[in-house]
């Protein structure tokens, strides 16, 4: 049975939402990087739920979403550099990764049984709505199958999870349209960035300093960084200038005529926009897609890392 997509403006939306959660169902969820598939992140039967909707492996840890600082402290063990991160970017878009704290409630199958635990606090106002009507975090993976493209709308996720969640909350367009940036903050040793994302390094580097970066294939670190990922059906070209015979054309800036990601060169709106049309030049059916050069500043490194993930391996 198709999954109901409810406006979350509707009255009762998000008190039926937190009833799902709260008797252990699935509920994707809007957040303002990409929809979330959540479920109560202490209930082990209903985080492994969201593995089996995913076809997720079990080894890669799902995030913690939490109302902010109060709920994160009860999770984990938060160093003087953590707690910067969240003064500066929560709620936003900025996942920490950070030793488990002793007494967490967060079950072990969502962190995928390291003693890490990842948490953010989300600033969509739906998604913060949901977590205070609630008294659990949220364990919530993007609510796409493994390794797709992830969704930033309602109709995304319906397209490829309808039949396996009981209810799709609806917050529109996601307004920042790519992934929480991933910073490890250990207890001792440097901050670290796991995953590029919707926040600049160089914004977070103006508050912290230099991050670490991870040594390529360091798996026991960052467990989901597959080379493969984000991944529309179609072949990926990037740099292109000019679409081959049976490409589609995705355009960035000044080129009339084409699917673009922004026509003004701005690269807070082709994030936003990347992923839906991924998708949608995907479901034209051509067998190849090319994607213009991108420029690899702000935010520009964040969305060619994910052209790299989707064209790697074809
Ligand atoms: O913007 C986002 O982060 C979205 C929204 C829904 O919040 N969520 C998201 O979740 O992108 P997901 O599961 O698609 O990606 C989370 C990444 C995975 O690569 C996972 O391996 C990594 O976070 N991760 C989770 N827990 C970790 C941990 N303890 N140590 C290292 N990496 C971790
Ligand atoms: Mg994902």
């Given at each position: 049975m198709p999954a109901p997509i409810l406006p979350a403006h509707e009255p009762d939306a998000l008190a039926r939402a937190a009833d799902i959660l709260r008797g252990g169902g699935l509920v994707a969820i809007p957040t303002e990087t990409v929809y979330g598939l959540a479920a109560d992140a202490t209930n082990a039967d209903a985080v492994a739920k969201i593995f089996a909707a995913k076809q997720?492996?079990?080894?890669?840890?799902?995030?913690?979403h939490v109302t902010g600082l109060g709920a994160a402290r009860k999770q984990a063990k938060l160093s003087d550099a953590a707690l910067t991160l969240i003064r500066n970017f929560w709620p936003g878009p900025l996942t920490i990764v950070a030793p488990r704290a002793d007494d967490a409630s967060v079950c072990d199958l969502a962190c995928?049984?390291?003693?890490?635990?990842?948490?953010?606090?989300?600033?969509?106002g739906d998604a913060r709505a949901l977590l205070s009507m609630v008294d659990f975090p949220l364990a919530a993976p993007s609510a796409n199958v493994s390794g797709h493209v992830s969704p930033t709308s309602a109709q995304?996720?319906?397209?490829?999870?309808?039949?396996?969640?009981?209810?799709?909350l609806d917050g529109g367009q996601c307004f920042v349209g790519i992934e929480s940036t991933?910073?490890?903050?250990?207890?001792?040793?440097?901050?670290?960035?796991?995953?590029?994302?919707?926040?600049?390094?160089?914004?977070?580097?103006?508050?912290v300093g230099p991050l670490a970066r991870v040594t390529k294939g360091d798996a026991t670190i960052a467990p989901g960084m597959l080379a493969r990922h984000y991944a529309p059906?179609?072949?990926?070209?990037?740099?292109?200038?000019?679409?081959?015979?049976?490409?589609?054309?995705?355009?960035?800036g000044a080129m009339s005529g084409?699917?673009?990601?922004?026509?003004?060169?701005?690269?807070?709106?082709?994030?936003?926009?990347?992923?839906?049309?991924?998708?949608a030049l995907d479901a034209t059916g051509v067998t190849g897609i090319a994607v213009a050069r991108v420029p690899e500043t702000g935010l520009g490194e964040a969305i060619n890392d994910r052209l790299k993930r989707a064209a790697e391996g074809r």
């Open positions: 997720r492996p079990h080894f890669n840890p799902l995030i913690a995928a049984g390291l003693d890490t635990i990842a948490i953010r606090a989300p600033a969509h995304h996720v319906a397209e490829e999870l309808s039949g396996v969640v009981d209810l799709i991933i910073v490890a903050a250990p207890l001792d040793g440097p901050l670290t960035l796991l995953r590029l994302g919707a926040i600049p390094v160089e914004t977070i580097e103006s508050v059906r179609a072949h990926l070209r990037l740099n292109a200038e000019t679409p081959r015979p049976g490409e589609a054309f995705l355009a960035f084409h699917a673009n990601l922004s026509e003004s060169g701005d690269l807070t709106e082709a994030a936003a926009r990347l992923y839906a049309f991924l998708r």
